[in-house]
């Protein structure tokens, strides 16, 4: 069966600092990988999908980025955080076919202060 | 722009009621709908997905999906206070597998 792990679970940052979540799945091979915000009380903003090595969508402009360095690895990182980026961030994923339902990983809470 | 509209809630049943969760969306286009619940603090988990017009069971969930109204519910029969819980809409064009997601609709039921 498929895994999907994230870390860290819970992190707190100074305004400015640099950011880095990591996403893994296992059990699958060459998944469509998403990165999800959930500012509080708000709904999910879709950030980043990957569907494959390399290749990175981005949908909000932002001071985020994201890579993908390995099949089945998904990096969000920040240079400088902002007071903003404070939120509950989700990784998903989905198999490569169509009509594919979206998993959620267990979802980092990151405070920016 | 394509939206996805829930009605935010909170949402009171008593337990044992059933609950109706509703959902409209903009894009004719759209294929493929499913139901999220998250709980407080917590990821979303797939309730059910359905993508054909009509009523799709599962136990105590029912979803109803109706195209030509751009509209697709959630019914929760039995309602327990286990069920409490924010539900997410989403909804797929399939194109790149993106989904659009409701804000969502806070349950609250009640012993």
């Known amino acids: 069966s498929q895994t999907i792990h994230q870390w860290p679970a819970t992190l707190v940052q100074p305004v400015g600092s640099p950011l880095s979540l990591e996403c893994t799945v296992e059990g699958t091979s060459n998944p469509n990988l998403y990165w999800y915000r959930q500012a509080a009380g708000r709904g999910l903003q879709l950030l980043f999908y990957?569907?494959?090595?390399?290749?990175i969508s981005s949908e909000v402009p932002q001071n985020l980025s994201a890579s993908r360095p390995q099949d089945r690895q998904f990096i969000l990182s920040s240079k400088k955080l902002l007071l903003s980026d404070s939120g509950f961030y989700l990784c998903?994923?989905?198999?490569?076919?169509?009509?594919?339902?979206?998993?959620f990983g267990p979802g980092t809470r990151l405070l920016v202060l | 722009q394509k939206e996805v509209e829930q009605n935010s809630g909170p949402l009171s049943v008593p337990e044992g009621a059933i609950a109706s969760l509703n959902c409209t969306y903009s894009?004719?286009?759209?294929?493929?709908f499913f139901w999220y619940r998250q709980y407080s603090g917590k990821s979303p988990e797939l309730i059910m997905s359905?993508?054909?017009?009509g009523d799709k069971e599962d136990g105590r969930f029912t979803a109803q999906l109706n195209k030509a109204s751009q509209y697709v519910s959630l019914l929760i029969r039995d309602s327990q206070p286990s069920d409490s819980a924010t539900y997410l809409c989403a909804v797929s064009e399939n194109t790149g597998n993106q989904f659009y997601f409701g804000t969502g609709t806070s349950l609250t039921v009640i012993p």
């Open positions: 894009d004719r286009g759209s294929q493929s």
């Open positions: 990957s569907v494959g090595i390399g290749q």
């Open positions: 359905i993508y054909s017009n």
């Open positions: 998903a994923w989905s198999a490569d076919r169509v009509q594919e339902t979206q998993y």
